[in-house]
């Protein structure tokens, strides 16, 4: 049987997102028990439910906060839910609260997979090809990486995309600049010297290529990287709001949006990043998904059920062998 913690707090939308999701979660998987950290008061649906326990906390972590001030404040639910993977054995952790302090807390109590110098966070987009993402990390673990750094990021970068996916031999790219050799920040110069030598190592690509579906992973240091992430995910809500003035402009508009609709539709599912399930933080020596801020059940639902695949694949040890080797 599965354990996973859930920190039921710390989003946005508080436990009426987690409850749904964990109501939802528990309905379609019967292998997987759920500890539930949060506000009794309003986790009290949940209280009685087969295979969930509850752990009372009642604070919460301000969503911008120091590494300290994560520290000092014991009784908040992500503080809790970090201890509660070593308390209750768990097999992973999810929580839609502050990225700061979630990744800080989980580092320091749970610590890090031996040999990893920083934990990355990893998460999956859709590409032009359907059915097809791509893994780009680090997308905002920290600030300012080395190149040795960005070589462990391609390992378990590789690994992750060998389980989830099912490819073993992924394609594994440095963002920047050009495609040619010789292009790139010293940073990007010095990582491609490291990785040349790989065997699934494929070179450079430049961002608008990401998304083509050529690539599988795609490694950047964690301050592009969550600045490339917020520009797409920036420009993805850009383009929606355009087309849904264009298709609303006038009458005969609203008629050929009829015509489209099916296709804009799937278009819609197919770039939905909630159904992604929020990002992953590899590298520390448990299954940890940060799901998004402003979670709805719906989408912390998708976010409990990544962690729960991640861990019937085993992901934790497939990336400790793959950096052993």
């Known amino acids: 049987m599965i354990k996973l913690v859930i920190d039921m707090m710390g989003g946005d939308n508080g436990s009426k997102a987690t409850v749904g999701g964990v109501k939802k979660f528990l309905n379609d998987i019967k292998d997987c028990e759920i500890v539930a950290v949060g506000n009794k008061e309003e986790l009290k649906s949940l209280e009685g439910v087969d295979r969930v326990s509850i752990i009372e906390s009642k604070d919460v972590v301000p969503m911008e906060c120091s590494v ?79 190149a040795e750094e960005l070589f462990q990021f391609a390992k378990m970068g590789e690994a992750y995309y060998k389980v989830v996916y099912n490819k073993f031999d992924p394609n594994i790219y440095l963002i920047s600049n050009g495609s040619e050799e010789g292009k790139g920040s010293p940073l990007m110069k010095e990582a491609y010297a490291l990785l040349k030598s790989e065997e699934n190592f494929k070179g450079y690509i430049e961002g608008r290529y990401v998304f083509g579906g050529e690539a599988d992973v795609v490694v950047m240091d964690g301050f592009t990287g969550n600045v490339f992430l917020k520009t797409s995910e920036g420009m993805a809500k850009l383009l929606s709001g355009m087309m849904k003035d264009a298709f609303t402009y006038s009458l005969s508009t609203k008629i050929g949006y009829l015509f489209a609709k099916k296709g804009f539709k799937k278009l819609k599912d197919t770039m939905d990043y909630k159904k992604v399930g929020g990002a992953l933080l590899l590298g520390v020596n448990t299954v940890a998904v940060k799901a998004h801020g402003n979670s709805n059940p719906d989408s912390f639902y998708h976010s409990i059920m990544i962690a729960y695949k991640l861990v019937k694949n085993e992901v934790v040890q497939n990336i400790k062998e793959s950096l052993a080797k």
Request: hydrophobic fraction near 45%.
């Open 68 to 146: 300290m001030q994560a520290m000092r404040m014991k009784d908040s639910s992500v503080y809790k839910a970090v201890n509660a993977v070593l308390s209750e054995k768990a097999d992973g952790i999810v929580s839609s609260g502050s990225t700061g302090a979630f990744l800080s807390l989980t580092s320091l109590i749970i610590k890090k997979i031996e040999g990893v110098s920083r934990p990355a966070l990893i998460t999956p987009f859709p590409t032009k090809i359907a059915g097809k993402y791509v893994v780009l990390l680090d997308v905002g673990a920290s600030n300012e990486n080395s």
